[in-house]
């Protein structure tokens, strides 16, 4: 399929029809699609602000004295 067309179902014949999308479903579609990218930007920067501080709260308790294991009975958090 075409990135500029869509796909047509009449659900009660079963037929399918695949048209131009107009300029408006083109605008829309190019905007929701913007929106999406910047959603999983923020969502992928907040992963790494969490995995940072997981890793660095672990290299603490390990300085501290604790094992690796003590650690992560505490935290729950793994490093890889």
């Known amino acids: ?10 659900c009660n014949t079963g037929t399918q029809e695949l ?3 107009t300029a408006e479903e083109i605008v829309a ?3 929701h699609t913007t929106k999406t990218l910047e959603a999983k930007a923020v969502l992928y920067a907040g992963k790494k602000v969490i995995t940072d501080a997981q890793a660095s709260g672990n290299t603490k308790l390990l300085a501290l ?3 690796q294991a003590e650690a992560t009975a505490l935290t729950g958090y793994t490093p890889e």
């Open 1 to 10: 399929m075409s990135t500029n067309t869509k796909l047509i179902i009449n």
């Open 19 to 21: 048209v131009a999308m």
């Open 29 to 31: 579609k190019e905007a």
């Open 65 to 67: 004295g604790l094992t």
